[in-house]
Every structure is written in C-alpha cells, then in structure tokens.
C-alpha cells in the first residue's frame, strides 16, 4: 500500500500516460482517476484498458528508490523497459515574476494590499482550480474560471486532474501534464494573470521528458551518448563540469553526481528556460505566443493620469480624499477593500466596468482561523484577553502606528528562509519529496508568523480622528498589523514598532522548531558554537535544524513611503542573508540571522544602508585598530541577548542623555569611549542595577578575546585579530552594540510580557468574537 503522496505521484503519472498526442481524453475522468486510486490503495483491479499505464506508472515509481548505476550499461539493461517506452510526459513551471514592481507601484496601503491578495488569490486559488482542485465555497469563482478556460483553451480543463500538482505555494507551480496540452497550460498561466491583473507579470514554461528522465536525469536519444558517471569522473576539475555537478557539500563524487542526476535536474532545465523567458527571449523551438511585449496601457500628455502616475485615468472617486484611478488601479483598490471587509464599492460598479474579484481572503481572516482551531485556543485566549466585540483589522498605517510605544512608528518584517538551495540540490530528488518540501515550508511560514504575532502583539481600541478613513468615527477593536504577503518561505509584515523585533526572531525560533518537529530536516547534533555568538549570558542553543530564516526589520515613522521602506527592508534582509551564510561557513552555524535599522528620518539615508554603514560608521583614527561602530546583523540568540541589554539599561536607570553622549563619543576613539562609561556607571546609585548591568553588558557582549585578561572592553567588542604573525602590524577590529542599544531604546519597554509564561496559565479564548 502505498502513502497518499506516492499514490498521487503514481495517479499523476498514469493518467499522462493514458493521453496521446492528438488530444484525445478519458471520457470519465473523475471515474478513471477513482480506479486508479483504488487500484493502488487496496490492490483491486483497473479495466484493461488503463492497466498497462497503471502499471508502467507503477515501474517508473519504484525506480524512485533504487541505486544509480555507474555505467550506461547497466543503467540501460537495468530499465531497459521503461527505456524503450517513448511516451513523454510533460512538466509545467511557471508563476508571477517582478512581484514587487506590481505590488508597490502605488504608495497607499490600500492598493498595495490589493495587490498582493490578488496575486495569493491567482496563486492559492485561480491555478489549483485549472486542475479540478478548489474549495466549494468559492463556486462563482470556480465557475467563471471554468468559463475562461473552456472559452480560451479548450479541452485543457479536461486534462487536468488535482494529483497533477507537484506544488503550488509561493507564487510558482510545478506540475505534471499530458504532454499534448504542455503549451496550453503554460499559455493559460500567463493569461490568467494578465487577465486579472492587466499588468502583472508572469512567465510559465513547459517541457516533455521520457519517463526513465524522471528518475535519472536528462538523457541523450542515443543513451550511450549521455554524459555519465564515467565521463564526470574523468573530467571533475573541468570549470563547466565542476560548476555544474558540484553544488552540495559533499566530498564523494558519485555522491555529487547522484545528488545532480535526478528529477531535480528536470525541474533545473525548466528553471533555465523560465529564466530565458522572463528576460523577454523566445525558446529555440518553442511554438508559443512571444513574452517579448508585456502588458501595456498607453497614455497622453494631456490626459489625467492615475495616482501612480503610470497610466491614464478612467474615473475620479472620493475615499474620502478625491482619487483618480486606472482600471488596474481601480482593481488594486477594490480587492483591498474586499480583504479587509469593507463593503463600499458603488465607486466600482458605478464606473460599469465588467471584472469581478469575487470574495478575496485575507491574511488576517487566516490567523483569525488559526486561533479558533482546538490546539490553538490558549493562544488565541493570550491574544485577545478579555476583548469579547469584533475586532476588525487595520485600515491603514496610521492605525497599526498608534498603537506602538512610543506612537506614530510602524516595523516593516521581511523574513526569507536559509539554506533552501542547498537543501534542495542534495535532498529532493523525487515529485513527491518537492510536494512534501513544499508543503512543509509553507506550514512552517505561515503558522511561525500567526504564533508570533499572537504571543506579542493583543487587539487595540482605536478612536478614529478626523484624518481617519473610517466613516464611522466611534471607537473600533482592531488587529494591529498587516500582513501583506506570506509566500513560500519568505514574509512582509507591518507590526507595531515596539514589538518588531521580539516577533522576528519568534518567527525565525517557531520556522525551525516547526520544521524539527517533522523529523525530515534534522541537523546532526553537535555542541553549540559559542564562536557563532557575541552574546554569552544564557544556554546558547545549539543548531539542530538544516534550514533557517534570515529576517530584516526596519523601524521608521509610519508616513514613510511604502516603496522606500521596502527598498530598505530588502537590504536588510540580504545583509542578514549574507551574515549567516557566512556564519555556516565559518562556525557550521545554521541558525536565523537579524538585521535592523532604527530610521527615525527619511533623510537619515541617502544611498543605501551598506554605503551608510561602511562610509559613516566605521571609523579608523588611530591607524591601528579598525572602529566599527555597530554590530548588525545578529544570530537569534544575540537578538534576544540585546532586547535583554536594553532592559537592563532602563532597569539601571542609565540616563538617557549619558547614552546620548557616549555614542557620540565612539567615534573619538576606544579609549575615550571606555572612559566616559566607566565614568557614568561609577555614577549610578543602584547598586543591583549595576550588577544586572555588568552581567547583561559587559560580561554578555565585551569581554576581550585574550582569557588571561578579567576585565572587559565596554562599550566595545573585539571582533578580530587581522595579523598574528607580526606584531607591528597586529590590529584589532572592535565593534559595539551601543547604536543599536541607544536607538532601540524608546522601543523597548522595561517590563514586558513574559515570553516563557505557560500559555496554559494563560485565559481561554472568548466565546464572542468575529
């Protein structure tokens, strides 16, 4: 008996193989696909007419757990059944491209949030429903892609079966298909989205493959011609070869050579081709409509343009500030209206325009589900404590910011998972392990964000003022963030500034719990590096699971344009990125990494944040030791060690005006530092503060590398020693957290929740709630 994902696999698999090239169906599909399941589920019969392809399907499935052989002999005698089929099925890759351009063309919430839930819904609903696999509740949407697709592309629905699907999360899909209708199905997902969204782009690409490629790889017509294991050996330090065959960490070469020569390589070849076709480049051989002109509106000097300023206006309505709107504009607006439950479009249906967006789920109605679940309410009892009215969710930055501490700042979160690529190449090798993977890493996004956000974060009574767009001005109950897209494994969130970071390393800590938990990306354990952390107080826990997520948080004013912030929010998120792949390759170090900005201006950057950083705060006075005046990024367990350090700080009563003045002073040089805060500390008349203090700064974050050396560094970190061997020209970079510590200081309170209480001592969720 085989698991529901290989059952899927095999149904998938036989059901391309019943197909011919002259688009000729099974009459009952739903029948077939039954017969099919049954047969391999509790060994019953198929009709004669299907049993060969049953069984074929079934060969090439087992093969999924066999050897590779090292010789094309071996390999041809070995299969030679599945060898001499020349029936090819097809695989289909394809998805939205250049999402952010679509996404943050306009600079208010409202559009932008429209956006996104346009894309989820073409990627979570509109591509699944192609194949047969959608939710009964969306039946006006079902039905009108049904519509669309028998009006365009008929007999494509036909074809399609729900176990075709590899995966479908993350904006992309990957699937199965009867070779006759590859083409078809690769031109029906780009239209879709330029259906929907007029502007969007998307690019979608499709092959054939013999079934024995499905297992081992691309192979030559002639298959004594295919490069193999032989030849790989023969040639490993040619620069091609080498590029190609070794992209895991393994030292064995038929190890690299396996771990190459498998479905992971079929899915590369379409990767390859998606590229090609993205960048506006017609595949050799490809007898499809060209991407070389993507969607376009035309506009005139004298015409008035829409908000974004890119195309010309269709109509003007009130929001209640005058808006002129595009008909890609206008659809942007009113999906987001649909996602936060907001019932006022007679604009749209003034204007007699003819799309429909038919019910839109938001983000925020899933975390809402995920708290009524049974395992959940706890949780959810923490999250809302004793609000009994509908809380309903933020309209607008404004809101989210009013309810920091302090008030009018907002945190944008854009977290993207580590180590996926290399995971990938040397473990996934079959359809079925990319549907589990896939799986996997979207469970383990979207539930790590909804836990975060509900053990930090609590509903808030708003009161509209006369700048609000609520028309109702009375106070409302409202779910302080916004989630603007969850994705695979990568997010963007807006949170409460005050709360910022403790949600992102939850998100980074419950990513890889989840995924440990399954038991299927286990990292051999080994003591903790205590070389990956600068941060010494506490158990530094040891990495234990193969894949990660790196995170960058930017704290600003909540006025702050949108498109600016997530320019921002990406660079930090990349220097994070760049900061644990360099901490896996030095200290075997697999764990989450942070990077934050506190921009309290717009003004405050005028390049970009690695320009910022390396022409204003580093510094190099003396010529012999290198100040590098901050310490971004963290590992999680470092960002956990500096919300404690800030704490201590207040704790301790250090004067603000002091932190103030020592930051100042960093850049004078390390000894002026350490004098003013010895100085200051001396000063301070709480003596069990300065105890704390000691033990959550200077003993946590400065002691110096040499250990015959009892003293400590503070405010700085050694970081490096560039030249051991030459004395005169031994220098030592120093680094501090102080930045970090006086910008984070308004943002973290002194007495916060207790993250480790039991969530069984929490309340109950309430009964009356929407």
Sequence with gaps: MKNNSGTRTITAIAWCLAWDKKHNFVPDKLRTVHQIQQALQKGRDVPESIKSVVQQAQRLYDTFEDCTPKTLDKLKNKYLDLWKDKTRIGLVYGGATKIKQYVFEASKLPDIRGASALLDRINLVDLRAFFGDYNEQNSSLIENIEQWLDTDFPNLRQALIPELIIYSTGGSILAFCPAAFVDDLANAIENRYTHETLTANSCAVGDTFKLLEFRFGLLQDKIEDTFWFDKYESNQENSIIKAYFDQSEVSDPFERFQNRKNFNELVGKLANQFTQRRNSNNLPNAERPSRCYPPMFETHPYLQRDESDRRSAIMKVEFPNSSFLSEPLARKRLVGEIAKRESSRAWYDNANLEWEPFDIPSWVSKFKEFLDQDNNRQLAGRYYGDVNEEVKEARSLREIASTSNPSGFVAYIYADGNNMGGYIRQKIKTPQDYRLFSEDIFNATEKSVYKALAKYLHPYRYTPDAKSSRTNKEPVWIHPFEIITIGGDDVLLVVPADKALEIAKTIGDEFEEYLWRTGRYLLEQTAPNLLA??????????????????????????????????????????????????????????????????????????????????????????????????????????????????????????????????????????????????????????????????????????????????????????????????????????????????????????????????????????????
Aim: aromatic share 10%; glycine share 4%.
């Design 533 to 770: 952390h600068r941060y010494t107080v506490g158990n530094v826990p040891p990495s234990k699971c193969l894949l990660s997520m790196s995170t960058g948080v930017l704290i600003t004013a909540q006025d702050t344009p949108i498109y600016y912030a997530d320019k921002l929010v990406s660079q930090l998120l990349k220097s994070a990125k760049k900061y644990a792949e360099e901490l896996k390759k030095e200290h075997k170090y697999y764990g989450g990494t942070v990077d934050f900005l506190v921009m309290k201006a717009v003004t405050m950057i005028s390049s970009n944040i690695k320009e910022f950083r390396e022409q204003g705060l580093i510094k190099n006075k003396d010529g012999q030791s290198k100040l590098k005046l901050y310490a971004s990024p963290y590992t999680l367990h470092e960002l956990g060690g500096l919300i404690e350090t800030v704490k201590a700080f207040k704790k301790a009563e250090f004067p603000r005006s002091q932190l103030y003045q020592i930051r100042s002073l960093l850049e004078r040089g390390k000894r002026t530092a350490i004098l003013n805060y010895r100085y200051f500390r001396i000063r301070l008349t709480n003596e069990a503060a300065k105890q704390e203090l000691k033990k959550q700064f200077e003993s946590a974050w400065c002691q110096p590398k040499e250990s015959s050396n009892n003293g400590n560094l503070a405010p700085w970190m050694s970081l490096q020693e560039t030249d051991l061997q030459d004395a005169n020209n031994s220098k030592m970079t120093y680094e501090t957290i102080w930045r970090e510590l006086v910008d984070l200081y308004p943002f973290i309170a002194e007495e916060a929740d207790n993250p480790g209480e039991s969530l069984a001592e929490q309340s109950t969720a309430p009964e009356v709630r929407q």
